[in-house]
């Protein structure tokens, strides 16, 4: 109940703090989406070949978007040790993250079918997904 009541009142703030210009511009807020799914995009395979990273981000991005409704793409460097060979790695990696509001049990069913599918494909030790603000390892 206090979680409710909690997000009641910072709904209230946030509308307070739009208020003006919902008068005054006609701006309405919606949405208010606050948990988050992503996948890390290698650009290499675990054995160092480099990978189509472009096609695999376009493929992770449409199929984020199918799931949780829309998707954002961002460009980043991962390092991480190896767990085979013990060395540093470190790649160019795009992540590919999805907000919503709620998700059904079909919904996470799809997100994890499309990980293990993605993770054979992209033929990785490990990768690297996060939700609701945690990173795991679909090993």
């Not at 998707?71 to 980043?76: E, G, H, L």
């Not at 085979?84 to 990696?93: A, D, F, L």
Request: contains cysteine.
């Amino acid at each position: 109940m206090k979680h409710n009541d909690a997000r009641s009142k910072a709904e209230q703030a946030i509308d307070a703090d739009f208020a003006q210009y919902r008068t005054k511009h006609g701006l309405t807020l919606t949405g208010g989406l606050d948990k988050r799914a992503a996948v890390y995009v290698p650009s290499e395979d675990k054995h160092g070949k480099r990978l189509n990273q472009t096609e695999l981000v376009n493929k992770a991005a449409q199929a984020m978007a199918e799931i949780f409704g829309g998707s954002t793409c961002q460009n980043a460097f991962g390092f991480w040790k190896s767990s085979t060979s013990g060395r540093i790695v470190n790649e160019k990696v795009v992540i590919v993250y999805s907000y919503y509001d709620s998700a059904n049990e079909e919904s996470f069913q799809r997100f994890f079918d499309f990980i293990e599918r993605f993770k054979f494909e992209t033929k990785q030790e490990a990768l690297s997904i996060e939700l609701h603000g945690a990173l795991y390892f679909a090993e």
